[in-house]
Every structure is written in C-alpha cells, then in structure tokens.
C-alpha cells in the first residue's frame, strides 16, 4: 500500500468492516473501508450523516474494534487487543477532542486536564505540573479552578483540548470539534489545532461537515454510505 | 489510584448528602442495633459476675414448690416454709453450714404524713453474715435484737429519702403497717439489679415480722451458705433430702419445695441476655441486609447517572478495574460511614441505657471493630453487582448517553 522506501504510516485501515445486528437486520457502518494516516499529518474526514464518520473516529482511538478487517495502530493489530490494553492504548497514544466536550461536571479544568494522568499512575505533585502547562498551551492557565459551568463552550473546548495533549498523544482524534461553537469560537479552536500539528508535529483526524473548517486540513476523506468516496490524498488509499 | 478513589467517593457522597443518609439509614440502625445491644448485654453480664461476687456464688435458697392435688389438678397448692423446717435444717447441717431465713411482704411504711409503700423482709439472726452489705450510716440488727424480737428497722435509701428527704433518719421511730420501729441503719443506694428494686425496703427482725405483721410463723426463704463452691451441689442434695423428711414426703412423690442455688440464677440470668442478644441481633442482622440493598439499589442509580462519566473516563484510558475499583471503593466508603455513624450512636444509646439501668459501659472493642469492617465488606458485597455494571459499559454507548 505504500509506495517502497517510504516509512510504515502510524495507522492503516485495511479493509474495514463494523456491522450491527445480524441476520436481516444487519446494518454496516462500515463497508470494507482502506486508508492510512502518515504521523504528522492533519486530515479532515467529512461526509452526510450516517455515513460512518464517528464509526471511523471510534475505530481509530480505539474505543471500539472492526468487525472485519485489520486496524493497524503503530504496527500493531489494535482490533485483536483485549479491553485493558486498549485502554492503555488510548492512554498512552490517543487524544479525544468530542463535540459536546465531555468534560467531567463539578471538576475543576485542572483536575479534568489531570484525569488521563490518574489512570497512568503518576503522583499528583506530576500531574499537577503536566496539566498546568497543557492548560497554557491552551491559553487557559486563568481559568484552571473554574469548572465547565463557569466556562463558555469555546473555553470548554479548550480544556478538552489541554486534556487530549496533557498525556503528549501521537494521535488527535477530534469529532466535529467545532459543531457547538460559533464562527469566531471555531477559527480559535482550529488554530490551535493547526498550531499543534505544525509545531508539533501531532497527527490529527478530524470529522466536520463544514468546508471551511476542512480547508484547515491537508487532506481530505470524504465518506458516503460507509464507504470512501473521495479521497485527497488517493496515492497514500489502497 | 486507591487514594484516588477514596478521594472520588468521599466527594461523590458529599454531593448527595441527604440521598447518601437516607441510603445509610438501614446500616445506620443494624450498626447501632448491634453496637447498643452488645455493649448493654456486656455491662449485664459484668454486673452478674459483680453481683456474684457481692453476694456469693455459694448461696443455697429453699423454698415452698407448687404441688397439683393428683386428685383435683386444677387446685394448686402451696405448703409454705416454716420455723420449724429452719431450725431442724438447722440441727442437721448447721455445723456445716450458715442458715438463715427471711419472710417478705409489701406494706406502707410511714413517718409522720409521710409514707410509702415498701417491701418489708423479716430477717433471722445470720442473715446479715451472708452477703455483703453497704451501710449509708447507722448498722446492721444486732443479733441480740433479732433474738429478742426488738422494734428495730434498717431501711433502704429509697424508704429513707421518701420519710425523711436529706435528714438523718437514724434513731426515728418510724411505722411499719401497724407496729413501731426505730431506725437503727440506712443502706447505701443499690439501684435496680437482677434481683429487683433494692432500695424500696425496710429489714426488721424477723420476731417481729411473724408475731406483729404475718401473724405466722412461715418463712419466704431459707437460704444456706456453702463453706465452698464445691460444697454447694452435695450440700443442696442434703437440703433436698432434709425437705422431704422434714415435709414427709413419701418416695415416688415430687417435692412441694424447690431448692436453687444463686450460681443457678445468674445462669439463668446469663441464658435469659444471651437470649435477648441473639433475637434483638438477628434483628439487627436483617437490617443490615436491608440496608446492604439500599446500597446496592443508591449504587445502581450512581452508576446509571453516572454513565457518561464512565465513558469519559474509559475514552481518556480508566481500565474496566478502574471504573469497578471507583464504584466499589464508593459503596464501602459509604457503608463504612454508616457503619461508623452507627457505632457512634449505638454507643451513645448503650452509655444512655447502661446509665439508666445501673449496669457498667464497657464497650467492646473487638467487636466495635469488626462492625467495622463487617460494614465495609456490606458496601463491597452489594455494591460490587453496581460497580460490575458499570465497568462492563461500552464506552461509546456510555458516552453517547444522555
Ligand atoms: N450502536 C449502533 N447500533 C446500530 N447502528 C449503529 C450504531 N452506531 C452507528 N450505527 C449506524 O451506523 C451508521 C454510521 O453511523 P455514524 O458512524 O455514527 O455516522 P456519522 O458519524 O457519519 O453520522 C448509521 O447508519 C448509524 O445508524
Ligand atoms: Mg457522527
């Protein structure tokens, strides 16, 4: 799939399937779906609803497994690993960034930023360090003992965001990050993200349905009907 | 990660404090039920063996039995104990043994306006020999005032406060019914025991009792001091048998008198608590079950309402055993406050009833202890069905929640 002498990409899809239910009334979120993603790059996946977007976006943080097929993470089959070390996978290596936020309620921004931390077993003096600066890098170190009520929704993104990076992930998996905010809300969380992925090299997949915040991207997967339907960068598909 | 979790369930129980409470109240009163009840049962067996000890295991008691008529069953009659029983028992073991007897009735005690109703025992020469007694002020009755019939009294401090409030009653020439006496002794206070009101009670020679009161020369009571403990069980076989010459029992016939010894009673005594604790625990045993299910059920709407967290925390890397340890380490830390609240008040209400009842507070700490942890493993117990629930969640269903 990759033309010889170029690197492993950091994941691959080959051949995806993920079905539910069975027999007559079996739906395929997914439908034999091939594509990789090189590190560093940033790629936007776009499509109608029910397409199979957030399958995909599932899949690759590895909250949920193919039910045929291979999902290659960084060389290892990610679909065949069992539930604790799939856990460990996206504690080590993963970043979620949803469309609702999904911050803890009554938390305060640096104990929700520390939370990935917890699971990894580091002490609090650590942990309180790490989610300090990656509240910083998210221009929020005012606000860390504010909790996501006395946040606006682009401030709640952004600690989700300092929460995705506080673990140092190689993977940005981001669901219309920029689906409850407005225009000027979204250019903020789209820089940032764009200041993620060229000064630090992080690899970003992001579902939008909307064009201009794709355009932030450098390449484009369009879905149709659990399937690729267009394909920006087709040399790296299979 | 553990400390986390402690940490996570205190403030999760601290958000819902009256929910928390309301949920704790079944382990709350199974605690306390259980605390209360063995620490009172303690402080009543520390007072039998305290009153053993003050009034001698070695004590022997005759007295007059029930006897149905073959004849006419339904007719039950009573040979009471007489003076002549007492002094022929004391022909035959008095070398053996201390006897002496005593004759009771309930009449009003007066002095003045003032009067009360009051239990009056007649009393024989070495009553006073056979356990220990605690003067207030005055003395005992002489011997020689019991040998002569004397118009003496020793009362017990209720009767002295309700003649003569805080005035020293010594040498007041009070009426017992009719008769005249004069107050020689008052006894120390001795609270409600197994033996009963105590302190409601007037001693006067036994004479007396017979010959100006009863009118009779029968007994209540002759009661026998053992040299030893290990003398008690022959010695009671010899009163039996005495009984029944004195009596002219034919062989084959019951005996119309009993014969108890007070190591006996305060078995009986001792079975009786022992009794009480083990119905009043089982009790408290269901109660605790009932509030094991409170937990399971508060436990069960926890994880239901808790649901997006669950997915939160499994997207950023919580392992199914971290979500199960986060539950289950919240309903013990929550049964465990319970348990602990409960110890407090069963505690307090045991220090109340102790208190009240006379008997010694001696909290046992073993078992204050192993409450403890049995009220820990109740949060584990019930609430591991909850906590399995919720670790066993998809992730992205739970995130999906609403
Ligand atoms: N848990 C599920 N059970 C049944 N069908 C599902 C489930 N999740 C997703 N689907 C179906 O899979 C298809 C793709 O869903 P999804 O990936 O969420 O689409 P998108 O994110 O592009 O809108 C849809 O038809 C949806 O109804
Ligand atoms: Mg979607």
């Known amino acids: 799939m990759n033309a010889p002498g170029k690197t492993a990409p950091l994941l691959a899809f080959e051949n995806v399937w993920r079905s539910y239910g069975g027999g007559d009334t079996q739906v395929h979120a997914l439908s034999g779906v091939s594509f990789g993603i090189e590190r560093g790059t940033f790629t936007a996946v776009t499509g109608p609803s029910g397409s199979g977007k957030s399958t995909t976006m599932n899949i690759l943080g590895a909250l949920d497994v193919p039910s045929r097929g291979i999902y290659r993470f960084m060389g290892s089959d990610a679909g065949r690993l069992d539930n604790a070390s799939r856990a460990e996978l996206r504690n080590r290596h993963i970043g979620f960034v949803f469309q609702g936020y999904n911050l803890l309620p009554r938390t305060t921004a640096l104990e929700n930023v520390e939370l990935p931390l917890i699971y990894r077993g580091l002490p609090p003096p650590a942990r309180h360090a790490m989610a300090e600066k990656a509240l910083e890098q998210v221009g929020l170190e005012g606000r860390r003992h504010h909790t996501p009520a006395a946040l606006s ?38 820089a940032l993200l764009t200041a993620l992925n060229r000064e630090r090299g992080l690899t970003i997949v992001m579902v939008t349905h909307e064009a201009d915040i794709a355009a932030f991207a450098s390449r484009q997967i369009s879905f149709h009907d659990g399937r690729i339907a267009f394909d920006s960068d087709a040399g790296a598909a299979v | 990660m553990f400390l986390e979790s402690v940490r996570l369930a205190l403030r999760s129980i601290a958000r819902n404090k009256m929910r928390s409470l309301l949920t704790l109240l079944g382990v709350i009163i199974g605690v306390a039920a259980v605390i209360a009840l063995l620490t009172i049962g303690g402080g009543a067996r520390e007072q039998i063996r305290a009153e053993m000890a003050g009034q001698g295991s070695r004590l022997i008691f005759a007295f007059a039995g029930m006897v149905r008529d073959p004849a006419s069953p339904a007719e039950i009659k009573v040979q009471p104990l007489t003076n002549e029983h007492l002094m022929n028992l004391d022909k035959s073991i008095g070398q053996h043994a201390t006897i002496a ?91 409600a025991s197994f033996s009963g009101d105590q302190d409601t009670l007037a001693l006067i020679p036994l004479g007396l009792f017979q010959i100006r009161i009863s009118g009779r020369n029968e007994l209540a009571q002759i009661l026998i001091n053992a040299p030893s403990e290990a003398l008690v069980a022959p010695l009671k076989v010899r009163v039996a048998e005495e009984m029944r010459r004195l009596r002219r029992i034919a062989p084959g016939r019951n005996d119309d008198f009993q014969v108890d010894d007070m190591a006996e009673y305060m078995r009986q005594a001792g079975s009786i608590i022992g009794n009480v604790t083990a119905i009043l625990g089982a009790i408290a045993a269901i109660s605790l ?74 909290p046992n700490l073993t078992a204050v202890s192993a409450i403890a942890a049995v009220s820990a493993m109740i949060g584990i117990v019930f609430g591991f069905f909850p906590a399995l629930r919720g670790a066993r969640l998809d992730p992205i269903d739970a995130l999906r929640h609403e």
């Not at chain 2, 605690?134 to 309700?162: D, F, M, N, Q, Y």
């Not at chain 2, 094991?292 to 967290?309: A, C, K």
Request: hydrophobic content about 45%; proline content about 3%; charged content about 20%.
């Open chain 2, 289 to 362: 079950l009932v509030g094991g299910i409170g937990i399971m059920n508060i436990m069960l709407v926890s994880v239901t309402e808790r649901t997006r967290e669950i997915g939160i925390r499994m997207a950023i890397g919580a392992r199914q055993r971290d979500i199960l340890v986060q539950f289950l380490t919240e309903a013990s830390v929550l049964s465990l406050l319970g348990g602990l609240i409960g110890i407090g008040l069963g505690l307090a209400i045991a220090w109340v009833v102790t208190a009240f009842m006379n008997v010694s507070f001696v």
């Open chain 1, 153 to 190: 929704g682009g401030q709640q993104q952004r600690v989700a965001i300092a929460r995705a990076l506080v673990s140092e992930p190689t993977l940005l998996v981001a669901d219309e990050p920029t689906g409850n905010l407005d225009t000027e809300r979204s250019r903020e969380i789209m």
């Open chain 2, 101 to 191: 007897a005593q004759a009771e009735t309930r009449l009003r005690v007066s002095y003045g306006a003032r009067g009360l109703s009051a239990q009056i025992r007649g009393v024989s020469e070495s009553y006073f020999t056979l356990r220990e007694w605690t003067l207030k002020r005055g003395r005992l009755l002489s011997p020689l005032e019991v040998a002569s019939h004397a118009g003496t009294c020793v009362i017990g401090s209720k009767v002295a406060k309700a003649l003569f409030g805080t005035e020293n009653p010594i040498g007041a020439r009070i009426r017992i019914g009719h008769p005249h006496c004069r107050v020689v002794g008052e006894l120390a206070p001795k609270g």
